[in-house]
């Protein structure tokens, strides 16, 4: 501790220094140090530290939002795809407006029904 005592801040010439920053190697005030990481550390290299940790998240999840919009636009397809089916699938008696007729008012005979 005693080589830190006689040392003066970087940043400030008159002012003594507290710590040393474990990056940089360059002795500072306390005005000038931060705790990050559980390590005192200068606001050069912390702000240096952020920078990098932002380039590597962003290059990190570039593609996840083409996945996104990819999934999403495929689970679209999926569900009109899948009610085109259905729609296919109706009887030519729906379209005639005789079905929903039958079902409902009970008027016309239901579809397969042999009453003869």
């Known amino acids: 501790m005693s080589a830190v005592a006689s040392?003066?801040?970087?940043?400030h010439l008159t002012r003594e220094?507290?710590?040393?920053?474990?990056?940089?190697?360059h002795f500072y005030c306390r005005e000038c140090i931060t705790?990050?990481?559980d390590r005192v550390i200068c606001a050069t290299c912390l702000k240096k530290l952020a920078a990098a940790a932002r380039e590597?998240?962003?290059?990190?999840?570039?593609?996840?939002?083409?996945?996104?919009?990819?999934a999403g636009l495929f689970i679209a397809?999926?569900?009109?795809?899948c009610a085109g089916l259905h729609l296919l699938a109706l009887p030519a008696q729906f379209h005639d407006d005789k079905l929903w007729q039958?079902?409902?008012?009970?008027?016309?005979?239901?579809?397969?029904s042999d009453d003869e």
């Open 7 to 11: 040392q003066r801040c970087f940043n």
């Open 17 to 25: 220094a507290v710590a040393r920053c474990p990056e940089c190697r």
């Open 35 to 37: 705790e990050h990481d």
């Open 56 to 70: 590597t998240r962003r290059a990190r999840w570039n593609l996840w939002p083409v996945a996104q919009i990819g």
């Open 77 to 81: 397809w999926f569900i009109f795809y």
């Open 102 to 112: 039958a079902t409902f008012f009970g008027g016309l005979e239901s579809p397969g």
